[in-house]
């Protein structure tokens, strides 16, 4: 089973900064990553999958990059409505597919 | 509108059963690829099930034996079927549309929670 571990676990950061928040897999997932975005008592939200893709309906200044077992999605000027708990998710050879741990993006 | 609704949670004792419902409306159930994800109390998500628009199934080995997936197409639901449930399965669990033939999530429920204890 493929690990997906993510940095930082906590990550504080100012409103109309820039946030990077990294993904890494424990041996080559491809181009096969995706990210969510989740709020305290909802489901999940897809912001990015097959690495880069926006999902319909992301704001453009989410993006996502990478490929291999390095990952990082950026959130370009954090709006108040982004601080969320963010997974990323390997799909390579799934099933099983695997999600890391998430980390927390909170207000500074 | 894509929407999923799950039904079907509560409170059941350790070697109960439980059978969770998922309500699609948007799309059609059976000409994709649906999956079950659950997420323990303050943790992060597990991948429980899939099926696939062709009907065959493939489980976590944490619920391999125990759980089943299964979907009616004149309702246009998604299933799970939970037996000898343990404490480690509670959870809220999601059903999930996966993208095309691939394993992100498109859409999510809003999840149903299920409490297994004495």
């Known amino acids: 089973e493929i690990v997906m571990t993510q940095s930082p676990a906590t990550l504080s950061v100012s409103p109309g900064e820039r946030a990077t928040l990294s993904c890494r897999a424990s041996?080559?997932?491809?181009?096969?990553l995706a990210w969510y975005q989740q709020k305290p008592g909802q489901a999940p939200r897809l912001l990015i999958y097959?690495?880069?893709t926006r999902a319909t309906g992301v704001p453009a200044r989410f993006s996502g990059s990478g490929s291999g077992t390095e990952f990082t999605l950026t959130i370009s000027s954090l709006q108040s409505e982004d601080f969320a708990v963010y997974y990323c998710?390997?799909?390579?050879?799934?099933?099983?597919?695997?999600f890391g741990q998430g980390t927390k993006l909170e207000i500074k | 509108e894509v929407q999923l609704v799950e039904s079907g949670g509560g409170l059941v004792q350790p070697g109960g059963s439980l059978r969770l419902s998922c309500a699609a409306s948007?799309?059609?159930?059976?000409?994709?690829?649906m999956s079950w994800v659950r997420q323990a109390p303050g943790k992060g998500l597990e991948w429980v099930s899939v099926?696939?628009?062709?009907?065959?199934?493939d489980y976590a080995d944490s619920v391999k034996g125990r759980f089943t997936i299964s979907r009616d197409t004149s309702k246009n639901m998604l299933y799970l079927q939970m037996n000898s449930l343990r404490a480690e399965d509670t959870a809220v669990y999601y059903c999930?549309?996966?993208?095309?033939?691939?394993?992100?999530?498109?859409?999510w429920g809003q999840g149903t929670l299920v409490t297994v204890s004495s």
């Open positions: 097959d690495s880069s």
């Open positions: 999930a549309r996966c993208g095309y033939t691939s394993g992100w999530y498109r859409t």
């Open positions: 041996q080559s997932v491809s181009s096969n």
């Open positions: 099926i696939y628009s062709g009907g065959t199934t």
């Open positions: 998710q390997q799909y390579n050879n799934w099933p099983p597919d695997t």
């Open positions: 948007g799309f059609t159930v059976s000409s994709n690829y």
